[in-house]
Each structure stands twice: as structure tokens, then as C-alpha cells.
């Protein structure tokens, strides 16, 4: 037998001795005693093994442990870059592997009158080995089984929302050369107005005074009061959020009716046409209102709970004071160049293209802001996050502006689709062919809304993902979800789109009485121009409490267990699906037609 095992037998019969003679403690402390003695003559069996295999074994686990929390370091720093936001209520659960099924206490437990003794000892004795490295478990020899480690639970990977991807390239190539044109071409018209100032003959500088006279100051009024209107109005729907939703659904209806009314009493050709536009628009939309009227509860319910964490975040709505402020400037220079196009060739033709470059350039500054919104709105409820809304719009204006490029042309298209849906379900009746093509349409409509949806811009934010690819993801999430019936009985989209509605009413008004007054031959494109403006930038402000209530739903279906959500959609989902309340949804193709 080797002269070490002899000698690690020899001391561990003294320390067992030591524990049986010791006649002043207590009889529970005897039986502990007994314990530790066993346990030291175990640990001294397993003190035979080479001491340079407990040193590797030392080296592994240190690695091991350097390991892991590079790990954890690089997890935190990756949940930090998640737009460099601070965590909300995320606590990582740290697991010491070196603690797992080992005896940490023995030195404590042998007393003070052992510790002595094991001074005495020389380092280099097993027992000493043992007893100080009695805080890891002895290495098993090659036919044992080793024992299962504990690792630290996997947290969800956090790289999809750090997507650094740019989304629908082509999208936002296609953009970027419609504004180089369009810079190009209003820079042209300026000089061609600004030419005709100082060139032309004299009857070409009458009529250019003329126009910048009675025609100038009444766009730039109705750009500022569109302006104001658009900050009253969301500042009003955030802070009465259930008033308002009724207040806009009757208020567009009685201001687009006195538009109209307003411009048939000039009796003019040009504003009578524009007046019975209005007054036909009205008419919908006051049966539009009384149609929806069962679904006003639960949308102001859903519109209160989504608006409720935007006071957290203090700067949210700085990209709509940007976007407002671009869109102003833009506005301004595109008006002169309306001007300078009346004394260039194709005056109609170009004044078309010029609005709808302006309609989509607007409805992009939109959904840039809807973008932003959204990614700062769903890091909160995904994650508990609150994110930086600067580094939110930045990716904004970067990787994801293909996707609002895209988005901006196929939403509203998508969202006229949807009306004209619904008109033609309230027509279907006994007529053969009314009902083939409403069907028809419908048909179009689910194929088109399934591939391109307002819905889309939540996931696009999130995650980085395409346009297509996210409406469709988006939409098989409410499937998997059953919420179809309720996100198409959504009217959030309804209710900002009439709020821009509004505005464009109130500018026709005062842009049209002033018209009027001063130069009455102007009215009717004035009238149009003015609505066109007030309508465009209050969409541009409304987008903050739009995306809110999108990220709200889209979050919810997601994950609709999380602490941030009540059980308000889970109600409403149980009194559809019993029938309680009789809701009209969004028409959509009979499962015997879609086949």
C-alpha cells in the first residue's frame, strides 16, 4: 500500500478519534460529528487521484465560468443595442455551476479546534489537499458517469430586433429617384416663375402678380392652419380619447356639409361641382357613422389602453414635429412651383404629377413616423424596453423607409379597396350580377389585403422585415389568434382618416369665404388645394395614436399573456363568439366562394 494512502488513513483515524472522546457536546452535536467524520474518510478515498488532473479540472471550470459570463456580458450588451434603450423589468437569473451538488461547509462545520491541526499540516499532504478543496467535487475516474451540469435557462436571442437589413430596396430606389425628379422639377418651375417675374412680357407679369397675390397667401394660411389643427387634434385625442372618437365621426360629417354647402351658394360652375363632391362625401359619411356606432365602445376602450404607456416616452413625438416641419417647407416650394407651372407647356398634366408626388412624399413622412412609433411601442410591450425614439427614427429613415416607401403606395389603395368592398356587400341583394361582383371584389380584397396591410408596419419595425412578408406573418398571427373579425371591426384608420377629413373641411371653409372676397375666380382650386394640404398634414400627426393602437393588437396577438395586457380583446373575443352583441365585420369571401 503507497505511503500517502497509509498516511491520509492514519489522520482521518485521528480526527474520528478526536469526534468519539470529546465528552462536552451536546448529543445532536455527536451525531453531526459522526457525519462529518464519514465524510472526511470519503473525501480523503477520493484524495488518491493525481493532483494534476484536480488542477486541469480547476482550469476547466474557470473557463467554463469565463465563458459564461462573456456569455451574459454579451447578451446584456446585445439587449442594451436594442436601440440603445434601458431594460424594463428584464432580470437574467445567474446559476453558479460550481455550487451544484457539493459540500461548500465542511470547514465551517469541523470547528475551530480543527483548524489548528490542519495548520500543523504540511501543504503539500492529500488531507490538506482534500479538506481545502473540499468545495468541488472530485473528479470521476473515466468509468463513472459524470454527473449532469446545470446550464443557465436559454433567454430569447434578441437578433431579429437588431436587424440591420434594409427592406424592399427596390421600393426605396424607385423613391429616391422619384425625389431627384421632383426636386429637379420644382426647382425648374421656380425658375420658370421666377422668370416669367422679370422676363416675360407685360401681360405674363400681370398675370403672375395676379397669382401670387390672391393665390399665394391663401395656400400658405391653409399650410399653417393645417398645421395647428394637426397638433389640436391629436393633443385632443390623447387627452380624451373616448370624446373624441365620437366627437370626429359627426364633426367630419357637419364640417364636409357646410363645405359643400358653402361652396354651391357661390353659384359658380367650378365651386358648385366641388360643393356637390362634399355634400355627396357628407352623406356617406354620415351613414358611415350611425353603421359603426355599436363598435365606438370597444375602440375608445382599445384606444385609451394603447396610449397609456406614450407618456413615458417624453420625445415621441419629435419625428412628427420633424416630419411637419419638412413637410411644410416641401409644401411651400411645391406651391410656388404649381404657380411657375401655369407658364410652362402641359399645365394640366404637370399640376397632376406634382400632387401626386406630393400625396405619396406626404404619406411616406406618414408612415416614417408610424415606423418610429411602432418600434418604440413594441420594444416596450415585447420586451420592456424603453427605447431611444432618436435611434427608433433614425432606422426609420434608413433601413426600413423601402418598406414606407412600398407600404405608402399599397395602403391606401388597400384601404379604398376596403370601402368599396363594403358599398358593394350592402348592395348584394337578388341581382345575379350585383352579386358576382361583389364577390368578385371581395375575392381581390382578401388576395390584396393578406399580401399588404396597415397591420404590416408593426412587424416591419420590429423586426426588419419586407413589406409583403410581414403583412402576410402579421395576418396568419390574427388567424392563429382568431382576432380577424375584431381587427376588421377596428376603426382606428377610419376614425384618423376623417380627422384629416376635418381639417381639409375647416381650410376649405376659410380658404374659400377669403377667395371669395378677393378674387372670386380662384375659389374652386383654391377650395381643392386647401383641402388637399389640411388633409395631408393632419394624417402626418395623426400617425402617433394609429400606430399605437396597431402595435397594441399586433403585441397582443404575439404574446396576450403578457402583464402589460388586460383581458379587454379576450372579452370582446368571448361576446362575438357568443353572439351577445351583433357586430357588422369587414366583408370578406364565403369560405364556398374561396375555393
Known amino acids: 500500500m503507497s505511503t500517502p494512502y497509509i498516511t491520509t488513513k492514519y489522520?482521518?483515524?485521528?480526527?474520528?478519534?478526536?469526534?468519539?472522546?470529546?465528552?462536552?457536546?451536546?448529543?445532536h452535536n455527536s451525531h453531526r460529528i459522526h457525519r462529518r467524520g464519514?465524510?472526511?474518510?470519503?473525501?480523503?478515498m477520493g484524495a488518491t487521484e493525481p493532483v494534476?488532473?484536480?488542477?486541469?479540472?480547476?482550469?476547466?471550470?474557470?473557463?467554463?465560468?469565463?465563458?459564461?459570463?462573456?456569455?451574459?456580458?454579451?447578451?446584456?450588451?446585445?439587449?442594451?443595442?436594442?436601440?440603445?434603450?434601458?431594460?424594463?423589468?428584464?432580470?437574467?437569473?445567474?446559476?453558479?455551476?460550481?455550487?451544484?451538488?457539493v459540500n461548500n461547509d465542511l470547514p465551517n462545520r469541523l470547528g475551530d479546534s480543527h483548524v489548528a491541526m490542519m495548520q500543523r499540516l504540511n501543504p503539500t499532504n492529500p488531507l490538506r489537499i482534500v479538506i481545502n478543496g473540499s468545495s468541488r467535487m472530485p473528479t470521476p475516474s473515466p468509468s463513472q458517469t459524470s454527473l449532469p451540469r446545470s446550464t443557465p435557462t436559454p433567454q430569447p436571442s434578441l437578433t431579429t430586433l437588431n436587424s440591420r437589413r434594409y427592406t424592399n430596396r427596390i421600393s426605396l430606389f424607385l423613391f429616391v429617384l422619384h425625389m431627384i425628379i421632383a426636386v429637379g422639377l420644382v426647382s425648374f418651375l421656380i425658375f420658370k416663375g421666377i422668370q416669367g417675374l422679370t422676363e416675360a412680357s407685360d401681360s405674363v407679369k400681370r398675370k403672375e402678380r395676379?397669382?401670387?397675390?390672391?393665390?399665394?397667401?391663401?395656400?400658405?394660411?391653409?399650410?399653417?392652419?393645417?398645421?395647428?389643427?394637426?397638433?389640436?387634434?391629436?393633443?385632443?385625442?390623447?387627452?380624451?380619447?373616448?370624446?373624441m372618437v365620437h366627437f370626429i365621426?359627426?364633426?367630419?360629417?357637419?364640417?364636409?356639409?357646410?363645405?359643400?354647402?358653402?361652396?354651391?351658394?357661390?353659384?359658380?360652375?367650378?365651386?358648385?361641382?366641388?360643393?356637390?363632391?362634399?355634400?355627396?362625401?357628407?352623406?356617406?359619411?354620415?351613414?358611415?357613422?350611425?353603421?359603426?356606432?355599436?363598435?365606438?365602445?370597444?375602440c375608445s376602450k382599445i384606444l385609451i389602453k394603447s396610449l397609456e404607456?406614450?407618456?413615458?416616452?417624453?420625445?415621441?413625438?419629435?419625428?412628427?414635429?420633424?416630419?411637419?416641419?419638412?413637410?411644410?417647407?416641401?409644401?411651400?416650394?411645391?406651391?410656388?412651383?404649381?404657380?411657375?407651372?401655369?407658364?410652362?407647356?402641359?399645365?394640366?398634366?404637370?399640376?397632376?404629377?406634382?400632387?401626386?408626388?406630393?400625396?405619396?412624399?406626404?404619406?411616406?413622412?406618414?408612415?416614417?413616423v408610424n415606423l418610429t412609433v411602432c418600434r418604440v411601442m413594441t420594444l416596450y410591450y415585447l420586451r420592456g424596453m424603453q427605447s431611444s425614439t432618436q435611434f427608433c427614427f433614425q432606422r426609420a429613415l434608413t433601413q426600413n423607409l423601402g418598406s414606407a416607401c412600398l407600404g405608402s403606395l399599397f395602403v391606401p389603395a388597400i384601404e379604398a379597396l376596403r370601402i368599396v368592398a363594403r358599398g358593394l356587400n350592402l348592395l348584394e341583394g337578388e341581382d345575379e350580377f350585383m352579386f358576382s361582383c361583389a364577390h368578385c371584389c371581395l375575392g381581390i380584397m382578401q388576395s390584396i389585403f393578406r399580401y399588404g396591410n396597415g397591420w404590416a408596419f408593426v412587424q416591419i419595425a420590429a423586426y426588419g422585415k419586407g413589406f409583403v412578408q410581414a403583412s402576410q406573418d402579421t395576418w396568419q398571427l390574427f388567424e392563429r389568434r382568431q382576432m380577424e373579425s375584431i381587427v376588421d371591426a377596428d376603426i382606428t384608420s377610419s376614425i384618423c382618416?376623417?380627422?384629416?377629413?376635418?381639417?381639409?373641411?375647416?381650410?376649405?371653409?376659410?380658404?374659400?369665404?377669403?377667395?371669395?372676397?378677393?378674387?372670386?375666380?380662384?375659389t374652386a382650386t383654391l377650395s381643392l388645394l386647401s383641402f388637399f394640404i389640411g388633409y395631408l398634414m393632419t394624417r402626418i400627426a395623426m400617425a402617433l395614436p394609429h400606430a399605437c393602437v396597431s402595435c397594441y393588437y399586433v403585441c397582443y396577438a404575439e404574446n396576450p399573456d403578457a402583464t402589460l395586457f388586460d383581458q379587454t380583446i379576450k372579452d370582446r373575443q368571448n361576446v362575438m363568439n357568443s353572439d351577445r352583441e351583433v357586430v357588422v365585420p369587414t366583408p370578406r369571401v364565403p369560405r364556398r366562394f374561396s375555393t
Not at 416616452?313 to 420633424?322: A, E, R, S
Request: net charge negative; glycine share 8%; aromatic share 12%.
Open 11 to 27: 489522520y482521518a483515524y485521528k480526527i474520528q478519534q478526536h469526534f468519539y472522546t470529546d465528552t462536552t457536546s451536546a448529543h
Open 309 to 368: 404607456p406614450v407618456p413615458k416616452f417624453g420625445d415621441l413625438n419629435q419625428p412628427t414635429y420633424c416630419m411637419l416641419g419638412v413637410g411644410f417647407l416641401w409644401m411651400s416650394l411645391w406651391i410656388l412651383a404649381v404657380i411657375g407651372a401655369m407658364n410652362f407647356y402641359f399645365t394640366p398634366l404637370i399640376i397632376i404629377a406634382l400632387g401626386l408626388s406630393l400625396a405619396w412624399t406626404a404619406e411616406v413622412m406618414r408612415n416614417i
Open 497 to 522: 382618416f376623417l380627422t384629416g377629413v376635418c381639417s381639409g373641411s375647416i381650410c376649405v371653409i376659410v380658404v374659400a369665404a377669403w377667395t371669395a372676397k378677393v378674387h372670386q375666380t380662384f
Open 38 to 44: 464519514a465524510d472526511a474518510a470519503t473525501a480523503i
Open 249 to 298: 365621426l359627426w364633426s367630419s360629417f357637419l364640417l364636409t356639409l357646410s363645405a359643400g354647402i358653402l361652396l354651391i351658394c357661390f353659384q359658380r360652375a367650378s365651386t358648385d361641382g366641388v360643393g356637390v363632391c362634399l355634400i355627396a362625401f357628407a352623406i356617406g359619411n354620415g351613414l358611415y357613422s350611425c353603421w359603426v356606432t355599436p363598435r365606438i365602445g370597444f
Open 52 to 101: 494534476v488532473e484536480r488542477e486541469s479540472e480547476r482550469r476547466g471550470e474557470e473557463e467554463e465560468e469565463e465563458g459564461n459570463e462573456e456569455e451574459g456580458n454579451g447578451r446584456k450588451e446585445e439587449e442594451r443595442d436594442a436601440e440603445k434603450g434601458q431594460v424594463l423589468g428584464v432580470k437574467e437569473k445567474v446559476i453558479d455551476n460550481r455550487n451544484i451538488g
Open 210 to 243: 395676379r397669382i401670387l397675390k390672391f393665390y399665394l397667401p391663401q395656400v400658405e394660411t391653409a399650410s399653417l392652419l393645417s398645421i395647428t389643427l394637426a397638433f389640436v387634434w391629436q393633443k385632443a385625442v390623447r387627452q380624451w380619447p373616448e370624446f
